[in-house]
């Protein structure tokens, strides 16, 4: 699928893609009647020195067009939504802007799986059925959304895997030949939802489907910030089409949030959703899609605690989700399958994988991720420069604070958690270009993993080893008993040994406990152990803060894990036993460092909220505050912050440690009231209880405003040229030459040459050049390796035999490149046709 690429204005090496262009300044249109005097050049503004920002100030602007006009006008210093629209790109070029490429986001239709009838309403929900959601993947023409609606910048997305990462390119022949499968087909998709529309009980009347005497009306939250507001008009004609009334609920995501990923679905508050997707790095790894996006493993609300899956799926997301292979082959092999009973469940259908800018002003340089852009890059508060004005830089949002900020189960939305990862820190970092974990914290890590696992290594700071057998140390910790409120061991559990396929030892520095936190408190073990702690104590009923949201993911962690221990604390040296891994040696390494799911967690301030939540005053997931009809715990707005200031007050009284058994061994009285100390005049400082460890601390929230002021943290002990050092990610060019007619039974061959910015790739920079085959019928007959022929040249032979059993008609060659040096892979297609030869 072509893509279209942007140029952009460059004042130094881009940092993402596109050439450089030259905007002519427009002149007047009447000339003087005599040449005017000389105006004296303007001095050039002084240059800034590279070098932190002072401040951070973001604001919420829900119009993108709007965002634009206040980049052009000084207002914004960029706008962190990402951009698909051809016609805003032109916007920005004609205003003189810049922007960052990447290719992580996605566009998808999330379905309401309660039913068949609501609880909260009696009304029919369609989408109980998972062939009706099935059969939605044929009623939606993706080129036509790909090519009208995002006007080339997308690509058709069928899976829960993105055609932006790796894993698409290990299976690209399973996928592609299930989305010929699925491809667009309207009346096969009305052929079957009129089918199971009866069997629920359903009857069409003069062409509009009826239950029990009232018209079936689906409920369509409708985004409206971008373009997914012309999908759900698209699909919601679509769908009126087969005979559905739709009310259309057009909503900006604080609005959409409450009554749909939040909302108990029973109730009844939607049916479909325009949802998206934003990858916050280069995901080489996707084999926790599986469970994220159809099981109630995937996250701790009340959308994803009501699914279903069928036992095949949720067997095998769960054994893709732990690794549960010994070959890439076998691994493939479980991909292509769980991707095939993905399609049949739809609990969302995909639709496409947007190719998006962040739009900046010149004078701005910051470190875009391929995968998740500005908004997702680990890097991006790290690596900010506005040569401009080097004290202030402000930041466009389509929504600031949309839900609960809180480290364990907080906010996930993609903009909330930009600006909390400038808060926070963490034991390693992600390249922005191939999504491996490079080190920040941490010193040093050693892996060993299993004999004949497929583990590589791409970078030589960790040391990788294999071993035939891994043992489990009898005092690591393997489990926790919530009364006792103390760990237990593996001697204790499994008194006749166990052996891992995994282990990974991570040190920090020496000076790693001189680190502080934003209020001034000290890091400490304890801060380390709580995490430990809390990954198994909200799972257990006996728990006084058990959450049953917390429970599905817990029992697929305890499938695998098998131990930890701390060996030393000068250096904090930590040790991590497991069964499952991943392919690559460096996603293996276990940090443990104090930043949780949803931001940066210390053991002081997340105790309040653990006494919160012990008391049913407030919870930190939003499933657990429904069912306990409390407040979503937020540390940074809302009613929540009087009950945890009422709870610091208290504990500050108290002299309290959470689970005392085991966090006294790591935080002494001096520590702790240090600790309440530091928080209560934080508290009375900011207004809020908000704490990380990161390069800029928040001073101020304003959920009414829409706006937030974050500072830099002048003990934050990094210098600013750190993580100085990515300019533009080498995408690979791909030009596909061959015949356009190939006869039967002759041998043909097709040239690839592999470029970028005009200049060849370097074939060592190359992981794979692969290349698939589909016949006339549109099944694929033949994939394989293409040859290098030399240079940055490759070469795919057709022969005679292969070309013998091609059907005669329009064939497809689709080629597939996988560099090294960045983690996205490139596409090519060649058509031609199959036709036998003419006798001279």
Not at 166 to 188: F, I, K, Q
Not at 600 to 612: E, I, N, Q, S, Y
Not at 822 to 831: A, D, K, L
């Amino acid at each position: 699928m072509r893509t279209r690429t942007r140029s952009k204005q460059v004042t130094k090496p881009p940092l993402s893609l596109g050439l450089a262009i030259l905007i002519a300044l427009a002149t007047g249109a009447c000339e003087p009647a005599e040449d005017p005097p000389a105006e004296a050049a303007p001095e050039e503004p002084e240059a800034v020195e590279p070098g932190w920002v002072e401040q951070i100030v973001a604001l919420e602007e829900t119009d993108t067009s709007g965002a634009i006009a206040r980049l052009a006008a000084g207002d914004l210093e960029m706008y962190a939504a990402g951009i698909s629209s051809p016609e805003i790109l032109d916007e920005i070029e004609a205003e003189g802007l810049e922007w960052e490429e990447s290719f992580g986001q996605s566009v998808e239709l999330t379905f309401n799986p309660a039913g068949p009838e609501f609880e909260g309403t009696g009304e029919l929900n369609p989408f109980a059925e998972p062939r009706i959601r099935e059969a939605v993947n044929y009623l939606v023409d993706r080129d036509y959304v790909v090519e009208e609606i995002y006007g080339g910048l997308a690509r058709p997305r069928f899976h829960p895997i993105s055609t932006a990462f790796p894993d698409y390119a290990r299976v690209a022949g399973a996928a592609r030949a299930l989305e010929l499968e699925y491809a667009y087909d309207s009346a096969r998709a009305e052929r079957i939802i009129s089918e199971e529309m009866e069997a629920l009980g359903a009857e069409r009347i003069d062409g509009t489907w009826h239950y029990e005497g009232e018209s079936v009306e689906l409920i369509f939250v409708i985004r409206t910030e971008d373009e997914r507001r012309e999908l759900g008009d698209y699909v919601s004609n679509q769908l009126e089409d087969i005979g559905f009334e739709v009310e259309r609920l057009y909503r900006t995501s604080d609005e959409a949030a409450p009554v749909t990923t939040a909302a108990t679905p029973s109730e009844g508050t939607f049916h479909v959703y325009t949802g998206s997707w934003v990858a916050t790095l280069v995901n080489r790894d996707q084999a926790a899609n599986f469970a994220l996006y159809y099981t109630p493993r995937g996250l701790p609300q009340p959308l994803f605690q009501a699914y279903e899956p069928s036992p095949e799926l949720d067997e095998l997301a769960d054994r893709i989700l732990q690794r549960d292979f010994d070959t890439l082959e076998e691994r493939n092999k479980l991909f292509a399958e769980a991707l095939r009973l993905a399609l049949e469940d739809s609990a969302r259908v995909w639709i496409a994988d947007q190719v998006v800018a962040t739009p900046r002003t010149p004078d701005v340089s910051v470190a875009a991720d391929l995968g998740g852009g500005v908004s997702g890059a680990r890097l991006w508060a790290l690596t900010l420069q506005n040569r401009a004005d080097g004290d202030t830089f402000r930041l466009g949002t389509p929504g600031i604070l949309t839900e609960p900020w809180n480290p364990l189960n907080g906010s996930n939305w993609v903009y909330d958690q930009m600006v909390i990862r400038a808060t926070s820190d963490e034991g390693t970092k992600r390249d922005p270009f191939t999504g491996l974990p490079l080190p920040q914290r941490i010193e040093s890590a050693e892996l060993t993993v299993q004999e004949g696992l497929p583990v590589n290594r791409s970078d030589d700071w960790v040391d990788l080893e294999f071993a035939e057998e891994i043992e489990v140390p009898e005092d690591a910790w393997a489990g926790w008993d919530p009364v006792a409120q103390e760990f237990t061991t593996v001697g204790e559990e499994h008194p006749d040994g166990l052996t891992a396929r995994r282990r990974s030892v991570v040190t920090y520095p020496d000076e790693f406990f001189e680190t502080t936190w934003h209020d001034g408190s000290q890091i400490s073990t304890a801060d380390i152990v709580l995490g430990m702690i809390l990954s198994f104590d909200r799972a257990k009923e006996e728990s006084e803060l058990f959450d049953a949201a917390q429970v599905p993911a817990y029992e697929s962690f305890r499938e695998n894990f098998l131990g930890l221990r701390i060996t030393s604390e000068d250096p904090l040296t930590i040790e991590y036993y497991a069964d499952n891994y991943l392919i690559d040696a460096e996603e293996n390494v276990a940090t443990f460092f104090p930043a949780y799911a949803h931001g940066p967690g210390a053991w002081h301030t997340l105790a309040l909220g653990m006494r919160a939540e012990r008391d049913e005053e407030l919870a930190f997931s939003s499933d657990k505050a429904d069912r306990l009809e409390v407040e979503w715990t937020s540390y940074v707005g809302g009613p929540s912050l009087a009950i945890l200031a009422d709870e610091l007050a208290k504990a500050r009284e108290e002299g309290y440690l959470p689970y005392e058994n085991v966090l006294g061994r790591f935080a002494d009285a001096e520590e702790i009231a240090d600790r309440w100390d530091n928080l209560a005049e934080w508290h009375e400082r900011k207004e809020h209880l908000w704490v990380g460890t990161g390069p800029y601390k928040l001073v101020e929230a304003r959920p009414v405003e829409g706006s937030l002021v974050l500072q830099r943290y002048e003990e934050f002990p990094d210098p600013f040229e750190k993580w100085d050092r990515y300019d533009e990610p080498r995408i690979a060019d791909l030009d596909l030459h061959g015949p356009a007619s190939v006869v039967p039974g002759e041998t043909t061959t097709f040239e690839i040459e592999v470029s970028h910015a005009g200049r060849p790739y370097d074939p060592d920079d190359i992981d794979r050049v692969q290349f698939l085959v589909f016949d006339a019928t549109g099944e694929l007959v033949y994939s394989a390796d293409a040859e290098h022929a030399g240079d940055n040249l490759y070469e795919v032979t057709l022969e005679a035999e292969m070309t013998a059993e091609l059907e005669t008609g329009a064939t497809r060659l689709e080629v597939i490149v996988s560099p090294l040096i960045v983690s996205i892979p490139s596409f090519e297609t060649s058509e031609f046709v199959v036709a036998p030869g003419t006798d001279e």
